[in-house]
């Protein structure tokens, strides 16, 4: 397949590339953000040292031709690459047993993950499982990193899971999720070109971005949040909310692209050093009734989510009213966190995401079974407000119903 050509012009305030690096982070390691910076993934490579690459990604990666930009790129500095291009949606355990025997196979010096959250957890998998004694699955069980793990650099296509500047990742045994965090996760580089978030489609645009808004405001509901962190998720929130509606109705709008890839990325960088709560349980339970993209099960659970911690937290929901553009000063806290729950729920249903279980053609005799593994499997004790299998199960209710009311 021919390279392709990421043929725009992006506007001119944006055209500044700029690479992001704060204390501990000495060179070439950082964050390269802006248009066209794909294009320097070999020159980044080449000062990481080594020969061999494993690139990880997805047949979509494939169809664009994506791979073969990268993959020409890194040749042009030298280095052999194999192409592992079959990275799945919400990953499963096979996929990384195959990366697994390619890397015990193989000595590679150096991973780089192109796609969607999916590839670039798989890439992050696969860098410390080709250095430790494990394989995925007692990796992911035991959850112990013993030994750095392969240099990497992350390439992210979707404006949302924020993968490549985040020591998380996900992979699924079953219908079970496993996830783990690890410093040892993080790549060297990170490459985040918006461009190449153009091609995604509307439904896509919308179910990652809600995703970057989940992170955000997760992070920002968390009991471990703190002042650092809180300017990242409120940076993050204030640009979801107001480029997601641009970027999903209209992809080729470079500045909403642009800054949707920025969203992202701090939004992921506040959730890093808190974590994630009840919406992202939402996610893992929901996928194991049926198929469901992780951003659509964050977004449908988010607003309630927020409901639910409302009580606790007026003034912080009242801070995520602000950022999404709520004249907040003649409203109560208790009212300005109503108008952020409720501005959430909007946001994702102009965007065309669900707000409830029931139009996701959820069962209603399944919603008991749904609270209780949420509850027993995947409770989030830095949530800021306890949750008995009670609350968890009226959650669900008016999740299923699509009211906020019940909450």
């Not at 982070?25 to 080449?46: D, M, R, S, W």
């Not at 701090?266 to 919406?279: D, R």
């Not at 639910?308 to 966190?337: H, Q």
Request: glycine share 8%; proline share 5%; aromatic share 8%.
């Amino acid at each position: 397949m021919a390279q392709v050509k990421l043929d725009y012009e992006a506007p001119a305030h944006l055209k500044r590339e700029f690479v992001f690096q704060t204390a501990g982070i000495l060179p070439p390691n950082g964050i390269l953000f802006g248009f066209n910076t794909i294009h320097k993934v070999g020159e980044q490579a080449k000062k990481l040292g080594g020969a061999k690459a494993i690139l990880v990604t997805d047949e979509i990666m494939l169809q664009l031709g994506y791979v073969d930009l990268v993959k020409g790129a890194l040749e042009k500095e030298g280095f052999q690459v194999e192409v592992f291009g079959k990275v799945d949606p919400e990953p499963h355990m096979e996929t990384a047993d195959a990366l697994y025997d390619m890397v015990r196979k193989t000595k590679f010096d150096l991973v780089v993950g192109l796609g969607g959250g999916s590839a670039m957890d798989m890439a992050k998998l696969t860098s410390i499982v080709a250095t430790n004694e494990q394989t995925p699955f007692e990796l992911m069980s035991k959850k112990v990193v013993a030994k750095p793990a392969l240099k990497k650099i992350l390439i992210p296509t979707t404006s949302g899971t924020g993968s490549e500047v985040s020591m998380f990742f996900v992979a699924s045994a079953g219908k079970d999720k496993y996830f783990m965090g690890s410093p040892y996760a993080y790549p060297e580089i990170s490459i985040i070109d918006p461009g190449l978030t153009i091609s995604m489609p509307p439904k896509i645009t919308a179910s990652t971005g809600i995703d970057a808004l989940s992170h955000a405001i997760e992070s920002l509901m968390n009991k471990l949040a703190n002042p650092l962190y809180d300017s990242l998720g409120l940076g993050g929130v204030e640009l979801v909310s107001k480029y997601l509606r641009r970027a999903t109705f209209n992809g080729q709008d470079l500045e909403a692209r642009y800054y949707m890839s920025m969203g992202s990325t701090i939004s992921m960088i506040s959730m890093t050093g808190t974590g994630g709560l009840y919406s992202h349980s939402i996610s893992y339970v929901l996928a194991q009734f049926q198929p469901l993209a992780h951003g659509i099960g964050c977004g449908v659970s988010l607003p309630y989510t927020m409901a639910f911690n409302l009580p606790v937290i007026e003034d912080k929901l009242a801070l995520i009213a602000r950022a999404m553009g709520e004249r907040t000063e003649s409203l109560s806290p208790r009212k300005a966190a109503q108008r952020a729950v409720e501005m959430v729920y909007d946001l994702i249903a102009d965007v065309k995401m669900p707000v409830s279980l029931k139009e996701m053609g959820f069962q209603h005799e399944d919603v008991y079974k749904m609270a209780e593994i949420c509850i027993t499997k995947y409770p989030r004790v830095n949530n800021p407000r306890s949750m008995s299998k009670e609350e968890c199960l009226a959650l669900f209710e008016a999740m299923w119903e699509g009211k906020l009311s019940r909450l």
